[in-house]
């Protein structure tokens, strides 16, 4: 697949973020239907039947919504697992309030890993609720406090159970697809799956650059160990 970068200033880029999140779509998305519907006009002007057979196929599949069922997806498995689900609604962390104890602890987190963001990320179903959020100031998402899953690397931390390392998710099999590297500029991610004590995988506390980095091991120990007491002052509530 070729890539592209495409610069606009600073009010245009304002605009196209509003805009897509109106729509429900990444602005990367937003930019790519554009574009879609900007070659098919084209091609009908010049009557060019080949080029608009091949617009729509791709105009189609672009529309298309995504299966509703988890089918043989293991990330959509793990995040829509209702136990997992139960437990997380039983912290009554979901869309509360900024609370400081989770606060400081993810500026903790960002000073000791000299990371430009932390957040305390908690997985629901179909999106992402940051219960604590450091140094992210991209919009519409810093003052939604998350994302759609669309946008999430968490999901995968919380699925595999086990520390998400990544050096520059432009590379990573997975995730260089993921709208979050344009959208949210994240291109090094070290997240620690917050597993609580009844054994569910609630989200992750995790540290993000919008620059390519190798993660130290005891910077990935820290962070553990600063994971373990976001997790005690979850299961204090």
Same mark, same amino acid.
């Given at each position: 697949?070729? !890539?592209t970068?495409?610069?606009?200033? &600073?009010d245009l880029?304002?605009?196209? &973020?509003?805009e897509? !999140?109106?729509?429900?779509?990444?602005?990367?998305?937003f930019?790519?239907?554009a574009?879609? *519907?900007?070659l098919?006009? *084209?091609?009908g002007?010049?009557?060019?039947d080949a080029?608009?057979? %091949?617009?729509?196929?791709i105009a189609d599949?672009? #529309?298309? =919504?995504?299966?509703?069922? +988890?089918?043989?997806?293991?990330?959509?498995?793990?995040?829509?697992?209702a136990?997992r689900?139960?437990?997380?609604?039983?912290t009554?962390?979901?869309?509360?309030?900024?609370?400081?104890r989770f606060?400081?602890l993810?500026?903790i987190a960002? /000073?000791? *890993? $000299?990371?430009?963001?932390a *957040?305390?990320?908690?997985?629901? /179903?179909?999106? #992402?609720?940051?219960?604590?959020?450091?140094g992210? %100031?991209k919009e519409?998402?810093?003052?939604?406090?998350?994302?759609p899953?669309?946008?999430s690397?968490? #999901?995968?931390?919380?699925?595999?159970?086990q520390?998400?390392?990544?050096?520059?998710?432009?590379?990573?099999?997975?995730?260089?697809? +993921?709208p !979050?590297?344009?959208?949210?500029?994240v291109?090094a991610y070290?997240g620690? =799956?917050?597993?609580?004590?009844?054994g569910n995988?609630?989200?992750?506390?995790?540290?993000?650059d919008s /620059?390519?980095?190798h993660?130290?091991?005891e &910077?990935?120990?820290?962070?553990? &160990?600063i994971? $373990?007491?976001v997790?005690?002052q979850i299961?204090?509530?």
């Amino acid at each position: 697949m070729r !890539a592209t970068t495409v610069r606009f200033g &600073e009010d245009l880029w304002a605009m196209l &973020e509003q805009e897509a !999140a109106r729509s429900g779509l990444s602005a990367a998305q937003f930019v790519r239907e554009a574009t879609i *519907l900007r070659l098919a006009m *084209l091609a009908g002007m010049r009557g060019d039947d080949a080029a608009r057979t %091949t617009l729509a196929v791709i105009a189609d599949q672009a #529309q298309r =919504p995504a299966p509703s069922g +988890n089918g043989d997806d293991p990330v959509a498995r793990a995040v829509a697992d209702a136990g997992r689900l139960a437990a997380l609604h039983r912290t009554g962390l979901m869309d509360s309030e900024p609370d400081e104890r989770f606060d400081g602890l993810a500026r903790i987190a960002a /000073k000791v *890993l $000299n990371a430009p963001v932390a *957040l305390v990320s908690l997985v629901d /179903k179909d999106r #992402q609720f940051w219960k604590s959020c450091i140094g992210l %100031t991209k919009e519409p998402w810093a003052s939604q406090r998350g994302t759609p899953l669309s946008h999430s690397f968490c #999901q995968h931390a919380v699925t595999i159970r086990q520390p998400l390392i990544v050096d520059d998710a432009r590379e990573h099999p997975t995730l260089r697809d +993921n709208p !979050a590297i344009v959208d949210l500029d994240v291109i090094a991610y070290a997240g620690i =799956p917050l597993i609580g004590s009844d054994g569910n995988a609630l989200g992750t506390l995790c540290v993000i650059d919008s /620059k390519p980095r190798h993660w130290r091991s005891e &910077e990935i120990e820290l962070l553990q &160990e600063i994971a $373990n007491t976001v997790l005690a002052q979850i299961d204090t509530g």
